[in-house]
Nanobody
Framework: QVQLVESGGGLVQPGGSLTLSCAAS????????MNWYRQAPGKQRELVAA???????NSADSVRGRFAIYRDNLKRTVFLQMNSLQPEDTAVYYC?????????WGQGTQVTVSS
């Protein structure tokens, strides 16, 4: 059974930091690209950061230089380190695993940036 379980969300003040984790099971983790998406109220889901199975990374312009994605294949976990958080970063953050036409999604974790 495939599972992606996110954790680490919460309430943080502007300028603060959070690290999200996504623990994966039920599929060959190291051969999948791992991605973080987010969806704010009333907006479409958007790609935040991506990491290929080979370790190449990419991130949205809005978070470049503030967010970093990294993975630990032995622990089957992908992380999103988020620094200098702003109110516009408030969203539900989703972990995604992708290989060819196969996509798996986590249930999401809420990140709220507010003073």
């Amino acid at each position: 059974q495939v599972q992606l379980v996110e954790s680490g969300g919460g309430l943080v003040q502007p300028g603060g930091s959070l690290t999200l984790s996504c623990a994966a099971s039920g599929f060959p983790f190291s051969s999948y690209a791992m991605n973080w998406y987010r969806q704010a109220p009333g907006k479409q889901r958007e790609l935040v950061a991506a990491m290929s199975s080979g370790g190449a990374t990419n991130s949205a312009d809005s978070v470049r230089g503030r967010f970093a994605i990294y993975r630990d294949n032995l622990k089957r976990t992908v992380f999103l380190q988020m620094n200098s958080l702003q109110p516009e970063d408030t969203a539900v953050y989703y972990c995604n695993a992708r290989k060819l036409n196969t996509n798996y999604w986590g249930q999401g974790t809420q990140v709220t940036v507010s003073s």
